[in-house]
């Protein structure tokens, strides 16, 4: 499927629309609709489920987008938070080198490389311009990714702050309150959904590189020497959590980095990269981040952060194992690998958006066979199963036309009231991808709806 279809099917059934489109828009940004609102909703509850609620270890937390500055000098990003920025002199285009060479070379993983590094590759090898197909660069230069406000009423009293480029830094800030407060003994992990703001060079690909997206993030603290186990348990768990959301195993790679791709904090980090319409690309990074940021900010802000066993007495600053997910990645994700066009027997074709049930935008749609007779009891049907799953209740159109519309969303399950209906409260139930029908009677519809959407 390519990549405009695509976007043109989330465009026209309210997944995703253009930002600002009403004003021209505004590039590289973009407005989720009443379905792509439920499904990321449904995407970050399931993530939400299985890595706090369902964990013995793991707690969660939701941390300020705007932070004292001094942390992310403390971090290393107004530093070191940084690509590597190339113009064309001839088109004027604008490009991150790395992407620039790995577009040259697929082969090539061009992070672990210096600007002399690069430099030295694009001169050797005369990269062209993928846009006008010249070979004449600008001299490569770092650019800072992160968005600066001001904070203050005042113009000339204000003081420079950042959006934060990661939710990660709010959680190593607040190690020490949880740990306190949950009186949690390591191993243990601090989860957090949330915004996070990256000026991107070169934005693109729809929603999988913006300049405004959304994180689920876990940092796990374990004990040093812990680490290599933890963090190939969470390798494992992270690809388990993709294929219970129904991805297919296919289009799913561990792609394990290089020592010298490796970032300086890390001494290990696996990518699981997904099939795009364009290729393999990062989905999810794990990456074991030893004490790196405790130490950095034990250093800065001159408090302890070390962690003291309550059995030996030993204190250290414990390690971390950093599983980070983006909400968008993982949204484009699931729906490129549901969409399905199927032809019938009758030669009709019909979209099928194969989505997991529990993620699905509507668990259940409703629908009056004959609007005149039916509405009622069908009204009062949705009411009744809509404090149970996500319903939605539509009487537009032939029944065929009705189910076609539901399936196209990814709608599991379909009820319909008809004459039989108001004398024994029994309704025929249709299964989205098998098109089959049962009959069941009320008192047994919700516990048939709750076991077939369940995660």
């Known amino acids: 499927m390519s990549m405009e279809k695509l976007v043109a099917y989330m465009k026209q059934h309210g997944f995703v629309f253009q930002g600002s489109e009403l004003y021209g828009g505004l590039a590289n940004t973009w407005d989720f609709g009443p379905l792509g609102t439920a499904l990321k909703n449904n995407l970050k509850n399931r993530w939400w489920q299985r890595f706090v609620q369902e964990s013995r270890t793991n707690v969660g937390l939701d941390s300020s987008i705007l932070m004292n500055p001094a942390i992310w000098k403390a971090s290393g990003h107004v530093d070191g938070f940084s690509d590597p920025l190339i113009d064309c002199k001839a088109c004027k ?7 620039l060479l790995e577009g040259h070379d697929d082969t090539l993983h061009a992070d672990g490389m210096d600007i002399a590094a690069m430099e030295t ?3 050797e090898h005369k990269v062209p311009c993928p846009e006008c197909g010249k070979h004449d ?4 230069r770092q650019f800072n990714l992160m968005f600066k406000t001001s904070q203050g009423v ?4 204000s003081q420079t702050i950042y959006l934060r480029p990661e939710t990660a830094q709010g959680i190593f800030l607040n190690f020490k309150n949880v740990q306190r407060a949950t009186r949690r003994k390591l191993p243990f992990g601090i989860c957090q959904i949330g915004k996070v703001f990256r000026n991107e060079i070169t934005p693109g690909n729809f929603i999988f590189r913006t300049r405004e997206f959304e994180q689920m993030e876990l940092e796990f603290f374990c004990k040093p020497g812990e680490e290599k186990t933890w963090f190939e348990r969470f390798v494992n768990e992270s690809e388990r959590f993709l294929l219970d959301l129904g991805l297919s195993k296919d289009n799913l790679r561990l792609r394990e980095h290089d020592a010298d791709e490796l970032s300086h904090y890390s001494n290990a980090t696996t990518d699981i990269d997904y099939r795009y319409p364009w290729g393999f690309d990062e989905l999810w990074g794990i990456a074991s981040r030893t004490d790196f940021d405790l130490k950095a900010h034990q250093t800065h802000s001159n408090e302890n952060l070390e962690y ?10 414990p390690y971390v194992i950093e599983p980070s997910l983006g909400v968008e990645r993982l949204f484009l994700a699931v729906l490129a690998d549901a969409y ?5 027997d009758d030669g009709e074709t019909r979209i099928n958006l194969a989505l997991h049930p529990a993620i699905a935008p509507y668990q259940v749609a409703v629908f009056p066979l004959i609007k005149k007779h039916h509405r009622e009891e069908a009204l009062r049907l949705y009411d009744k199963i809509s404090k149970h799953v996500a319903t939605v209740y539509d009487e537009t159109g032939a029944i065929g036309k009705r189910y076609r519309r539901q399936d196209a969303i990814g709608t599991p399950l379909a009820i319909t009231v008809d004459h ?3 004398d024994d409260n029994t309704y025929t139930v249709r299964d989205r991808d098998t098109m089959e029908q049962v009959r069941l009677h009320e008192d047994d519809l919700i516990d048939y709806i709750c076991e077939k959407t369940a995660f």
């Open 340 to 344: 399905r066009e199927e032809t019938l």
């Open 420 to 422: 039989d209906s108001m």
């Open 121 to 123: 590759y694009i001169a």
């Open 137 to 140: 660069f600008t001299s490569i």
């Open 308 to 317: 003291q066993d309550p059995v030996t007495n030993e204190r250290y600053l």
């Open 154 to 157: 005042v113009d000339d009293q």
């Open 93 to 99: 285009s604008r490009f991150r080198a790395d992407h």
